[in-house]
């Protein structure tokens, strides 16, 4: 999980579907009101990891554009409200900056874009190395900005319990 302020921790997710939102069903609960309780989800399909957003209110963006679903490679920028997750897969990207990753990963008018903006089928404009083979593992970073909601790294809850 990163912040804007460089602080970071990571989470291993180590089976699919997981759900994200502030809501308790939530396997990841991120309680900020900005987050729909039930947000987006990570899936695999045809071995391919995926996210689908659950028609949440603010949207779920993938490399700054707004998104139903798509596929994801490693390297790529999730956004949701204040949150940016960098997608890990396999240990892909090594080396991930939280500050670099933030900012290139935010969502709102601070990066000329807006959370209205409609969804977008183009492919992710980050470049990033090809999916990794199928079931490799997936951990996302998340991080949030004091800018908007009082997020702190600390506020998310992530049981990995069988929820």
């Excluded at 990891?49 to 998104?67: A, C, K, P, Q």
């Excluded at 992710?124 to 999916?131: G, I, M, Q």
């Excluded at 593992?137 to 949030?144: N, R």
């Excluded at 997020?151 to 992530?158: E, G, M, R, S």
Aim: glycine share 8%.
């Amino acid at each position: 999980m990163v912040k804007a302020d460089g602080t970071s921790k990571e989470v291993e997710v180590n089976s699919l579907p997981a759900s994200v939102g502030r809501g308790d069903t939530c396997r990841f609960r991120i309680p900020l009101p900005s987050i729909s309780r039930t947000h987006f989800e990570f899936y695999l399909e045809d071995d391919e990891l995926m996210i689908r957003d659950l028609e949440s209110r603010n949207g779920t963006f993938v490399n700054g554009e707004r998104i139903t679903k798509q596929e994801l490679v490693p390297g790529d920028l999730v956004a949701v409200g204040p949150c940016v997750m960098v997608v890990r897969i396999d240990g892909h990207p090594k080396q991930i900056d939280p500050l670099e990753s933030f900012a290139a990963g935010a969502v709102g008018e601070e990066v000329g874009v807006s959370a209205a903006s409609p969804p977008s089928s183009n492919a992710p404009t980050v470049d990033a190395p090809a999916p990794p083979p199928a079931n490799a593992g997936f951990d996302p970073l998340v991080g949030g900005n004091d800018d908007s909601d009082d997020f702190d790294i600390d506020d998310l809850d992530l049981d990995l319990d069988s929820r």
